[in-house]
DNA sequence: CTTAATGCAAAGGCTTTGCAGAGAC
DNA sequence: GTCTCTGCAAAGCCTTTGCATTAAG
């Protein structure tokens, strides 16, 4: 579980003003194993007694991510995923559960990558590992 | 540029009928290097005096995607890419253009991924280099 | 008082769906 | 006549936007 102590401390390093519906949010995020999508987290949110508007959902994640404590993560064509794992990292996709789930970079190499373009900045490789899972067809 | 009779002969070959609006979609998508969005194509198939309506557009697609001819790219929250090589590669992804492009397999070694959950089917293994070009913050 | 954050509802893209009409055999 | 494909429009989902309201210093 994640406090919302450390919540807002997390906020603060990252030069966002802790409000209440931020560190909420934060929290839920944060406590989560799984990777979430705007829309689930504004229904965590809101399920939990707090009301939160969709917009401020909206903006809060909008606010972290590009303030580097969260990363956005796309692999599904319906949703944006927040990881409140900032670390480079990779993913699998369970195309047919829509979950998605952490792979350690450690463990994974990419190389013989080409040159950017020129003047280009870097912001990010990702791996995504895609399957199907058992059930479903 | 892709004929018509390519075209029709490529659909034939993955069971779909090559009716006159499939063929146009398929030589529009395959004449093309660069990579499109089923609305792109929407708007490009209709800007040359064929008219096709948004249902066959997002049916062909899907079809052709499900049979294998193209490939479906997720770089873009916004938007579904079709790639019509499906050949094993990577990509670049412009975040500021929202173009993508191609990356060939053959330089790009990704190596150390953890085996898959029992019982789940790869599905596709997508490397996705993500930057800025130089214009617009 | 001034500035920033919140909430609501409406708008916006892309995509899907339902169903009637057209076409092929 | 039957089966499939097509087209239109409406609906859906996630996300963004505009603007009035509220909170903070």
Redesign the pocket.
């Known amino acids: 579980m994640y406090s919302e102590l450390q919540a807002a401390e997390l906020l603060r390093r990252a030069e966002?003003?802790p409000?209440?519906?931020?560190v909420e949010i934060t929290c839920l995020l944060m406590g989560q194993r799984a990777h979430m999508?705007?829309?689930e987290l504004y229904r965590l949110v809101n399920s939990g007694g707090r009301?939160?508007?969709?917009?401020?959902v909206?903006?809060?994640l909008?606010l972290m991510s590009k303030k580097g404590i969260i990363r956005e993560v796309i692999a599904d064509?319906?949703?944006?995923f927040y990881d409140p794992n900032t670390q480079p990292h990779h993913h699998f996709f369970d195309v047919t559960t829509g979950k998605l789930q952490d792979i350690d970079a450690d463990m994974v190499q990419v190389s013989g990558l080409p040159p950017l373009p020129e003047g280009a900045t870097l912001d990010g490789v990702e791996v995504i590992v895609r399957y199907k899972s058992a059930k479903a067809e």
Chains 1, 2 share one sequence.
């Open positions: 966002i003003v409000t209440p519906q931020r999508s705007a829309e009301r939160v508007s969709k917009a401020t909206y903006n809060t909008g064509p319906a949703r944006v």
